[in-house]
């Protein structure tokens, strides 16, 4: 599938994210049930899925049929970050065929030295025809990750970066808004999109496409949210 093509299939929609990571409730290292989750979200409508680990963006595949964006994470001495943060990652999508690389373009450190346009500017130089999205948070980053060569932006980092601790609460439609007035790419609203009326403003103020995770297949988020409303 092209490039156009995928932007085509996600664009005015929903991506949801289905992930499991160690340490988490539905994290099972002997069996995945994200292909499940992923089952449900085509169901009620999902064009793409983003999942973590290879495991998983193979499994995904293979139950939906749906195009995935995929990522890794992995923490690594020195580096802040976690989100496919080496070409070792890149490498684990790739294998799995992902249809869209997801790889941490913020400021955080990095334990290769890099700057995070740099390090996306190797992975180009190593696969030319790779897909990217470049998880963000803030302005000034989305920048730079789109003249490094990103191929689409996301909001994913935003409050989540030491830079942006302090913005966490409701989505940053302010951002959301800010770039897609200045990049020519298309724009991805990621992070604390918890309603689908909030989903709905992002696409109004011009998204391309809204990533949705805690909210829908994130059952102990989901069930906090409840009890810290009953506190």
Known sequence: MTK???FDIMHGSIIVSCQATPGEPLYDPERTVMPLMARAAKLAGAKMIRTSSKRDIVAIKEETGLP????IKREYPGYTGRIT???REVDECMEALADIVSIDCTDTARGDGLTAPEFLQEVRKKYPNIIIMADCATF???MSAWKAGADLVGTTMNGYTRAT???KGDPNFELVEQLVRALPCPVIAEGR???PEQARKMLDIGAWAVVVGGAITRPLEIAQRFFQALD
């Open 4 to 6: 156009e093509e995928l």
């Open 68 to 71: 995935v964006i995929g990522l």
């Open 85 to 87: 943060m080496t070409m």
């Open 140 to 142: 000034d980053e989305a």
């Open 165 to 167: 601790q302090d913005q």
């Open 193 to 195: 999109v918890h309603t």
